[in-house]
Each structure stands twice: as C-alpha cells, then as structure tokens.
C-alpha cells in the first residue's frame, strides 16, 4: 500500500501488518456497513483510520474476531452480547463463554419445541373436531339391566372399566341371567358436570348389562332403561382422545336441532380391548334421550343449555 496514505495525522501504522477495508471486507465476508457498525459498538474497531481520507485500515490478527461475529450475527446473538466473546476469545475463556450462550440456545431450543408441539396440537385438535361423528335421531327399545352403581374420578372409572364389566356379568351368570346386549354407562349426575372438568372430576356413573331370564324382574340391582327417541353417534379411536369432540359436536347437534334432553346421558364402550388390540379400532357410542322442546322454550324462556337440560 503506497505510503503517502499513512504519512500524516492519526496514529501511525508503524511496521503493523495492514490491509484496506475493501481487502478486509472480502476476506471475512462482512460489509462495509457492517464493518463500520460493529467499529461505532466497540466491537472491531480498524487498526489505523487515515487522519485525511478517513480510510480504514484493519490488522491481519483482526480476522479472527471478524470471524468470530459473523458466526455470531447467524445465531442470533445480540450486538451487546458479542463483547464477551471477543474479549473471552483474548483471555482464552471462549469454553465458558460457549457454555453460557449453548444453556441460553437450548432454552430458547426448548421453547421453540414447546411451540411447534403446540402448533401441531392445534392442528391436530382442528382435525379431530372436523372428524367428529355425525349425530342420528333414532328410536330404541327399553331395556331391563343388571346395574352396579358407584362414585369416583373419571380417569380412575376408565381405568377400572373392564374389571367391572366382567364383574357384572359373572354376576349376571351366577343368577342365571343371559346378557341380551353390551353394557351402558349412565351418567348420573347433571350435564353441567358430567361434561365439564378434567379427568380428576369425581362422578356418578351407573354400570347397566342388558339381561333376560326368569329372575331378571327381581332385585335391587335390577333396572329399567326408558326406550324411545335418541341422538346417537360413535366415534373411533382413545375415548379420552375422542370423547370431547365427540360431546362438541352432539351439544352442538342439540342446539340447533331445537330439542331437549329428556334424561341422563348414556354411553355404550362398542368396541374396546376386549375385541381388538389396536386402539384406533376402538368404538364409543354416544346415547342422548331426546325429546321436542316443552312450548314456549323459544327465545328468552329457552332453557340454559350448559345449566338446565334434564327435565327435573
């Protein structure tokens, strides 16, 4: 480089090894805007600026740390962070430094994960409701059942459901009596709260096999099902997968249908793990005794459908 540009003014390169800031800037990949950014931070500053021109000059040693800002700039780190790498980098504590930005990556790794697995579940949720059974109208015979009745936690009766099942129909043996259909549930405590809450909300559910033979008309645990009109769907797959949608998509049948519950809501385990050992074959039957809304349940005088449905 010719000497007249360094003869006069600023401090003198002396016998430092110097390159323009066109070399510079092609060498470590950083523009001239670049350059003088991260030289205004603190961050690069030039070796030698000519006192006449304003030329900038930079130190081959330099590289090092432009090199090490631009790895920076492209993970993101923030202009103000940047310091203690360079000056890391001159004390030979880069170790620690990497340290600290890897713990910082990887919570900002784990919360970009927590949004991508949100980002599908929303997805996933969209799919689901948009798969949820139709709703039918039909009409059903009553039925006479062997019922056990008990309280406890959603996911505790989900749990327990086959043993009771099989528990109520060796009953049902014992005293002669021959299963005519696969067992219902009954929930028995009001629609506000049999569809609300998490798998921890304590219920009343209601065990009732179907049965016929000649003690079926004695008994306490002896009960009838009222027949008649219904809204019925089934969905496929995990209850606890499916039974949300599955309910979404019936209390919206309901009210835009314009009918009322007429009693306790039924479900009926289709098909379960004692027919297939794949879940996804697994099928839940959704049962509603339905009627025509009472007169004048239109308007302002319509009944809550979240609070009041089952006719008292």
């Not at 003690?215 to 499916?242: C, H, K, N, P, Q």
Request: proline share 5%.
């Amino acid at each position: 480089m010719a000497g007249g540009a360094h003869s006069s003014g600023g401090q003198s390169p002396g016998t430092q090894r110097l390159m323009p800031i066109g070399i510079f800037s092609r060498i470590t990949g950083l523009s001239h805007r670049a350059l003088r950014l991260y030289a205004d931070r603190g961050l690069l500053p030039p070796a030698y600026v000519d006192p006449e021109t304003g030329y900038r000059y930079y130190d081959v040693h330099s590289i090092r740390a432009a090199e090490m800002i631009r790895l920076l700039r492209r993970l993101d780190v923030p202009l103000g962070d940047m310091r203690q790498f360079i000056d890391a980098a001159a004390a030979d504590r880069v170790d620690e430094t990497i340290s600290q930005q890897r713990a910082r990556l990887e919570q900002e790794q784990a919360r970009l994960d927590a949004a991508l697995r949100l980002l599908g579940r929303i997805d996933e949720l969209d799919g689901m409701f948009r798969a949820a059974p139709a709703v039918e109208v039909v009409e059903l015979p009553a039925e006479r059942c062997l019922s056990w009745s008990g309280t406890m936690a959603r996911s505790e009766f989900h749990e327990t459901y086959i043993e009771l099942a099989d528990a109520l129909a060796e009953r049902a043996e014992a005293r002669g009596l021959t299963p005519s259909g696969r067992e219902l549930v009954v929930l028995r405590d009001p629609t506000s709260i049999g569809l609300a809450g998490g798998d921890e909300t304590v219920l009343r559910y209601q065990l009732c096999l179907p049965v016929s033979g000649a003690e079926v008309a004695s008994g306490d645990d002896i009960m009838d099902l009222e027949g008649g009109r219904f809204a019925r769907s089934v969905f496929t797959g995990l209850y606890e997968d499916g039974y949300r949608f599955a309910y979404a998509r019936q209390l919206e049948w309901l009210a835009d249908s314009g009918m009322v519950l007429r009693g306790l809501l039924r479900m009926r385990f289709a098909r379960d793990e004692r027919d297939t050992a794949d879940p996804a074959d697994f099928a839940t039957e959704l049962i509603w005794p339905v009627g025509d809304a009472p007169a004048g349940a239109e308007g302002a005088e319509r009944r809550d459908l979240t609070h009041d449905w089952l006719v008292p």
